[in-house]
């Protein structure tokens, strides 16, 4: 039985460390793998792309041997685009339609 649920982002702690994906299907991972559950409001699966790219877009912190800790983990940043004081989740969505082969993904 999957232990990984869907609608998440599995995000690589060991191996290829700092890399994320988002997973619309369950899903099996190991204890390297977190699971990275969005806020209700934020769960779609757009934001969910993004989140991961953004993750993964600092992936070049880590390596085999700089792996990502408990200390680690609570540096780790994501920046996103916020409007009115919160995050513009329908500017991400705007965003991702614009990319290249968008509408193969879903």
């Known amino acids: ?15 290829g460390p700092g ?11 190991l204890d390297s793998v977190k699971m990275i559950e969005l806020k209700e409001e934020y ?7 993004f989140v991961a790219w953004m993750i993964t877009n600092e ?10 800790s408990d200390e680690r983990e609570k540096l780790l940043s994501c920046p996103l685009p916020y409007k009115d004081g919160k ?12 990319l290249p082969k968008y509408n193969q993904v879903f």
């Open 1 to 15: 039985k999957p232990n990984g649920k869907a609608g998440t982002i599995a995000f690589s702690w060991d191996g």
């Open 19 to 29: 890399h994320a994906a988002y997973m619309p299907e369950d899903y099996y991972c």
């Open 43 to 49: 769960n779609h699966e757009s934001v969910a792309l």
């Open 59 to 68: 992936s070049w912190r880590y390596s085999y041997t700089r792996k990502i």
């Open 87 to 98: 995050i513009d989740v329908e500017g991400i969505k705007k965003l991702m339609k614009t």
